[in-house]
């Protein structure tokens, strides 16, 4: 993981977010590259004839809003002793795209030639990540998406636990996360009953991962409650869990929408940082 993508919002509490981005760095020598992001909005809305009230997004304001993230983002590159990227130097470092505003569609193609982006915890509350701006990155850029808890953990990646519902988008989580796994110290694979969609068992995961000389554990928890997420949090806590790797959307966007669903509580509600790819 050498390259990691950023999107940073001008009132946003970002902290949390870029500690979870050096944590990551850190263990790889990698690349930090900041973004400033946006909603999709027109670049000016018209004037509300009832109210007369212009869009404060024109382009002026375009302009001090991504001198604001960059500003941001590069004083606290500075307070962690991260030395901006040179031509022909590699090893940890930070970079700013030049290009302004951007908008989350935007986020997600540019996002496909970083190995990783970090996001903060969309748990919908002010100046958390924008919910699509997460979804942007998961749907959109083919590449695994970090969730930043709201207060950073004091380790990172040592307590892997493997949030297993057979799912191609938990497969392809786990093979997205192969680089931490490899660094973990201990890997449990965690199943709940009655969870998930027909396929190989936690244990044959488990299995697979010892044969690339992983530590691997599988078990399996109760669930009385049907309330995946909240289980797969609990049980990953008990565990000294300080990454959780899972499938994003198993179930459709619409559905977990109206009914609840494993992936939107844990994005809403997650203590510890959470690697999803779907």
């Given at each position: 993981m050498k390259s990691i993508l950023v999107p940073i919002e001008d009132h946003g509490v970002i902290e949390p977010q870029l500690e979870a981005a050096v944590q990551l760095a850190q263990l790889f020598d990698s690349y930090i590259e900041g973004i400033a992001i946006t909603p999709d909005y027109p670049v000016v809305l018209p004037v509300d004839i009832a109210i007369g009230v212009p869009s404060p997004i024109t382009p002026e304001n375009r302009l001090e809003m991504a001198r604001v993230c960059r500003e941001r983002f590069e004083a606290f590159m500075t307070g962690k002793q991260i030395s901006?990227?040179?031509?022909?130097?590699?090893?940890?470092?930070?970079?700013?795209?030049?290009?302004?505003?951007?908008?989350?569609a935007f986020l997600g193609a540019y996002g496909r030639v970083f190995d990783i982006i970090v996001v903060g915890r969309p748990d919908g509350s002010n100046g958390q990540?924008?919910?699509?701006?997460?979804?942007?990155?998961?749907f959109e850029a083919g590449r695994p998406v970090l969730i930043a808890p709201p207060v950073p953990t004091r380790s990172f990646g040592e307590t892997?636990?493997?949030?297993?519902?057979?799912?191609?988008?938990?497969?392809?989580?786990?093979?997205?996360?192969?680089?931490?796994?490899?660094?973990?110290?201990?890997?449990?694979?965690?199943?709940?009953?009655?969870?998930?969609?027909?396929?190989?068992?936690?244990?044959?995961l488990a299995?697979?991962?010892?044969?690339?000389?992983?530590?691997?554990?599988?078990?399996?928890a109760?669930?009385?409650?049907?309330?995946?997420?909240?289980?797969?949090?609990?049980?990953?806590a008990a565990l000294g869990c300080d990454l959780l790797v899972k499938g994003a959307?198993?179930?459709?966007?619409?559905?977990?929408?109206?009914?609840?669903?494993?992936?939107?509580?844990?994005?809403?509600?997650?203590?510890?940082?959470?690697l999803m790819a779907h």
């Open positions: 901006r990227a040179a031509a022909g130097l590699t090893g940890l470092s930070s970079g700013w795209r030049q290009d302004g505003l951007m908008e989350d990540t924008r919910l699509s701006t997460a979804e942007a990155a998961l892997a636990v493997i949030a297993w519902n057979r799912s191609t988008e938990t497969a392809r989580a786990v093979l997205d996360s192969m680089p931490l796994l490899r660094k973990a110290k201990r890997i449990v694979v965690l199943e709940l009953d009655d969870w998930g969609v027909p396929g190989p068992s936690g244990s044959e299995r697979h991962l010892r044969m690339h000389d992983l530590p691997a554990e599988a078990i399996t109760a669930d009385p409650s049907n309330r995946p997420g909240e289980a797969i949090l609990k049980e990953a959307y198993t179930q459709s966007r619409l559905r977990q929408m109206f009914f609840g669903g494993a992936t939107s509580h844990i994005l809403g509600n997650t203590t510890m940082p959470v």
